[in-house]
């Protein structure tokens, strides 16, 4: 079992910035730590993923806005989050990997116009 926990979400105006965290009860056996986001109408999409061997990748629409990183140390990934847009606006869920899938509760992120 991995327990995720996520904070860092809220209202900003378009241009802002926000930083998710999510910390983890165990990084141990864990192989992929990632970001993923659900807007109203749409699917679950992946945001941002991590490897434990530091491998990243981001999705097209948030590349170069957003920076995925981890301390190990406090078993935490971070999802920071530059030049929102309003179509940011989405649910953003933390998940583990290991050979099951974790998710955390999600944060709600809000971006005005």
């Known amino acids: 079992q991995v327990q995720l926990v996520e904070s860092g979400g809220g209202l900003v105006q378009a241009g802002g910035s926000l930083r998710l965290s999510c910390a983890a009860s165990?990084?141990?056996?864990?192989?992929?730590m990632g970001w993923y986001r659900r807007a109203p109408g749409k699917q679950r999409e992946l945001v941002a993923s991590i490897t434990r061997v530091g491998t990243i990748n981001y999705a097209g629409s948030v590349k170069g806005r957003f920076t995925i990183s981890m301390d190990s140390a406090k078993r935490t990934v971070y999802l920071q989050m530059d030049s929102l847009r309003p179509e940011d606006t989405a649910v953003y869920y933390c998940?583990?990997?290991?050979?099951?899938?974790?998710w955390g509760q999600g944060t709600q992120v809000t971006v005005s116009s």
């Open positions: 165990r990084i141990f056996g864990v192989n992929v």
């Open positions: 998940n583990a990997r290991t050979s099951d899938d974790y």
